[in-house]
């Protein structure tokens, strides 16, 4: 089946600093989605993508919609203590499996104060 | 602002009991999903519908069922419970299927000892 490769597993930063994750597919999606799960609670959206090439905002967060319509990335500008937790990638194409989620596996941010 | 409500938040359970894990949403959203979290994963499709009275396998249906009489509501099923099945589990529900974010609640944490 479809897989979502998501890097990086989990990044350690500096409060104030900015951060990168980004996801990548062997196969097509018409839709990214972007979440964040806090523990003990269910994934969040944070922001969602519909076009190739779409750049979207959410205040201090910036996804992207890759051109191959393969891969999309999430920016995160200076970082603050409560951003910690596990951001999600998922994808959904719009053949078959009436266009169920895939999601990658996560990458876990922590942000020393 | 209740969204996506799941009950219980916890339970232990010991091999070969069964339970039904409880979903409900006041968005009057068509599509209804579950999903499973194992550790350091992302999220697995078990069970999905489309509307009420329509379920179909995700990814991962074994050693479950669900149904859906009504728009709000989408229990999960467990019969025979297994140690494969520990596992943190989402509700989720949407507007539609394509191009609609999904809203997930916040778990049921499951142990089976």
């Known amino acids: 089946g479809q897989q979502l490769n998501q890097s990086p597993q989990s990044m350690f930063i500096q409060e104030g600093e900015d951060v990168s994750m980004n996801c990548t597919s062997s196969?097509?999606?018409?839709?990214w989605l972007w979440y964040k799960q806090d523990p003990g609670e269910g994934p969040v959206l944070l922001i969602a993508?519909?076009?190739?090439?779409e750049l979207t905002s959410n205040g201090r967060l910036t996804a992207q919609f890759g051109i191959t319509r393969k891969d999309s990335f999430l920016n995160i500008s200076a970082s603050i203590p409560s951003d910690v937790g596990i951001y999600f990638c998922?994808?959904?194409?719009?053949?078959?499996?009436?266009?169920?989620?895939?999601f990658g596996k996560g990458t876990k941010l922590s942000v020393k104060p | 602002n209740a969204g996506v409500t799941q009950t219980p938040k916890f339970r232990i359970l010991k091999i070969g009991q069964s339970m039904t894990l409880q979903c409900t949403q006041d968005?009057?959203?068509?599509?209804m999903y579950w999903y499973r979290q194992d550790p350091g994963m992302g999220l697995k499709l078990i069970y999905y519908?489309?509307?009420?009275?329509?379920?179909d396998k995700g990814e991962v249906p074994n050693g479950y069922n669900v149904s859906r009489s009504t728009t709000e509501d989408f229990p999960l099923r467990l019969e025979l419970a297994a140690p494969s099945q520990t596992s943190v589990y989402f509700c989720?529900?949407?507007?539609?299927?394509?191009?609609?974010?999904?809203?997930f609640g916040d778990g049921t944490r499951l142990s089976i000892l």
């Open positions: 989720a529900s949407s507007y539609k299927g394509l191009g609609q974010p999904q809203h």
């Open positions: 196969s097509i999606f018409n839709t």
């Open positions: 993508l519909y076009k190739a090439g």
């Open positions: 998922a994808g959904q194409d719009y053949g078959g499996s009436q266009g169920n989620l895939i």
């Open positions: 968005m009057n959203h068509n599509y």
């Open positions: 519908s489309v509307g009420a009275g329509i379920t």
